[in-house]
């Protein structure tokens, strides 16, 4: 690792005054699960480390029935998985939060650095950039490209969105709450992630000057809700899809239905279509294998991943099935 | 340099410490305590579990300076002098052991899950351990030996009463 400076401030303020305005100068730790072995494999090289866990205010949970759910950036998952009142009212998110594997990173990882880790794409991871370029070329189309985006890749990013709960989170309609030198502001987690362009853009809106201090959940309002993970090991290890259903039922009929897919694009890949073939009909074992496959409709898989569309699919129907049971 | 202070094995410990340094080389280089395994440094094996304030996390993972005021408890301090903690006589009595690479995260995560759970069921077990990599051979002898600790822990307990 390269030598930095590091700093513990104990307020949000004090922290935001140590921010540059230049991604990769500064960066953020919490629980260190992500930050620590990118910078261990020189992935970021930041001359100055500022460490969050010293601020308290930002560890609470709290619920109420008027504005839902409100969790710090530090809550850690397993804190998360601890709470009974957010079990109760959003089961999904519970299940999402379980899918992170193992104990240790459950204890260490929060919710805030869960939503701002890093692809894992294995050119990033290796030095090659967001973008995996090398002599002004993407290596991805022509490489090892079985767990790249198999939505949303049109342009010059191929990896996938890494998080665990930003699906169902913004299946839920939350939002993230961010500090910056002018103050706070509230983004829809929907609007929170954006497909870089360039190799110094970033996966998020985030600024690098501001901080992500908390997440706010609606209140749940009888949704029935599920998420479907689809793995190829369960020990530690990221899905290669999930599926996050969130449903709203009057008298056995969809009134609305939001299903976000996870790991298959470059951002948390929202699926109105998904829900279009749900709205207005009774959920059925065929219905929800037409919402599978509208949801991988427009689905533009790459040499090696063409097997992820029929497991999105799949997650998709599995997810829709899993919450209309109430299984989660 | 930066002076930490923390609880190591029950005792107050300081040391100068580095940026960038981690946890695993302070407690391997600084006091010598080789039992915690720097294995793939980068926290997908579990070789350096350690309990930080009763709870399992990869020490690889977490600067030395975030020890300040925590307790940090390694596999060496887990025994009562000569006397095996249950979780280690477990692994013994049940040969969950083969190279030992893997061994003092995994009984350290184990006495953390059975400090929260005392009686889990195996597909809990598993769960617990599935961030504790073996190469060696398989779960299945460690998987009985959690079993055989937790109800060596809770024949203890009943004992007590």
Request: overall charge neutral; charged content about 25%.
């Amino acid at each position: 690792m390269e030598a930095f400076e590091y700093a513990s401030p104990h307020t949000t303020e004090s922290a935001l005054k140590l921010l540059g305005g230049r991604w990769g100068e500064t960066e953020i730790l919490a629980g260190g699960t992500d930050l620590i072995s990118a910078m261990k494999d020189r992935v970021t090289t930041p001359k100055r480390v500022v460490n969050l866990k010293k601020i308290k205010g930002l560890k609470r949970i709290e619920y109420s029935a008027h504005s839902g759910l409100r969790m710090g950036a530090l809550v850690t998952i397993q804190d998360l998985l601890d709470n009974k009142v957010a079990r109760e009212h959003y089961p999904a998110l519970a299940q999402a939060a379980d899918g992170i594997r193992g104990e240790q990173m459950r204890h260490m990882g929060t919710v805030g650095g869960e939503l701002l880790q890093r692809p894992r794409c294995w050119y990033f991871r290796n030095g090659y950039g967001l973008l995996a370029q090398y002599q002004g070329k993407s290596l991805v189309p022509d490489g090892q490209n079985r767990y790249h985006a198999i939505l949303g890749n049109s342009g010059p990013a191929y990896f996938v969105n890494a998080s665990s709960l930003a699906p169902i989170l913004i299946a839920l309609g939350g939002k993230a709450r961010l500090h910056g030198p002018e103050g706070e502001r509230e983004v829809e987690l929907r609007k929170f992630y954006t497909t870089p362009m360039k190799e110094e853009d970033r996966e998020y809106v985030l600024k690098p000057n501001e901080i992500l201090t908390e997440i706010l959940v609606p209140p749940d309002k009888g949704g029935k809700m599920a998420v479907y993970e689809v793995r190829e090991k369960t020990a530690l290890d990221w899905p290669l899809v999930a599926a996050s259903v969130v449903l709203h039922l009057s008298g056995g009929t969809v009134r609305s239905a939001r299903v976000v897919l996870g790991h298959v694009a470059p951002v948390p890949w929202p699926v109105p279509e998904a829900g279009q073939a749900l709205e207005g009909k009774a959920v059925t074992e065929e219905i929800a294998d037409q919402a599978g496959k509208a949801a991988v409709s427009k689905a533009t898989p790459l040499s090696q991943n063409g097997y992820k569309v029929r497991l999105a699919h799949i997650a998709v129907k599995r997810a829709i099935l899993s919450a209309v049971k109430g299984e989660a | 340099m930066e002076v930490v202070r923390f609880t190591l094995n029950g005792d107050p410990v300081e040391a100068g410490v580095r940026a960038g340094e981690t946890l695993v080389q302070t407690l391997r280089e600084r006091f010598g305590l080789t039992g915690t395994k720097q294995g793939c440094d980068l926290g997908d094996c579990g070789a350096c579990t350690v309990l930080f304030d009763g709870e399992p996390v990869l020490s690889c993972l977490v600067l030395a300076a975030d020890a300040e005021g925590h307790s940090v408890v390694t596999i060496e301090g887990l025994s009562n002098g000569e006397e095996l903690h249950p979780v280690q006589k477990a692994f013994l009595d049940e040969g969950a052991v083969q190279c030992g690479y893997c061994t003092p995260g995994m009984v350290l995560t184990t006495t953390a899950l059975l400090d929260a759970n005392p009686d889990p069921t195996e597909a809990e077990i598993r769960r617990a351990l599935s961030g504790n990599l073996c190469r060696c051979t398989g779960y299945t002898k460690i998987v009985r030996a959690v079993r055989r600790a937790a109800e060596a822990s809770r024949a203890d307990g009943r004992g007590g009463e």
